[in-house]
């Protein structure tokens, strides 16, 4: 079982830079990878990007790549999404997710997670 705890949206203005973080509970942390997705209303929740337990490897939606940088710390049980030159289009909640199992090909699909956080509220004025 993992909770997850997002912090670090609010509001920005277009080319600006937020950070946000997701705390996770438990001692297996390392063991999860862990992906960030992105709902605005009226849209269905989509990925934005994707890391391995081990941190090695990194996956990015098209519209995020080259602006937005996934990390974690597993020491400290956090994973970050670093979001800079942000644009309108990428209001939305923020939900961070930890995978249902390990080696999960497909880190893209909301289906392959088992844990969410409840949500962060990421807002880019014009």
């Given at each position: ?40 209303p ?28 996934i ?19 990428d ?36």
């Amino acid at each position: 079982q993992v909770q997850l705890v997002e912090s670090g949206g609010g509001l920005v203005q277009a080319g600006g830079s937020l950070r946000l973080s997701c705390a996770a509970s438990g001692r297996t942390f390392s063991s999860y990878d862990m992906g960030w997705f992105r709902q605005a209303p009226g849209k269905e929740r989509e990925f934005v990007a994707a890391i391995r337990g081990s941190g090695g490897s990194t996956y990015y939606a098209d519209s995020t790549k080259g602006r937005f940088t996934i990390s974690r710390d597993n020491a400290k049980n956090t994973v970050y999404l670093q979001m800079n030159s942000l644009k309108p289009e990428d209001t939305a909640v923020y939900y961070c997710a930890a995978a249902r199992a390990a080696y999960i090909s497909r880190l893209d699909r909301v289906g392959n997670y088992a844990y969410w956080g409840q949500g962060t509220q990421v807002t880019v004025s014009s």
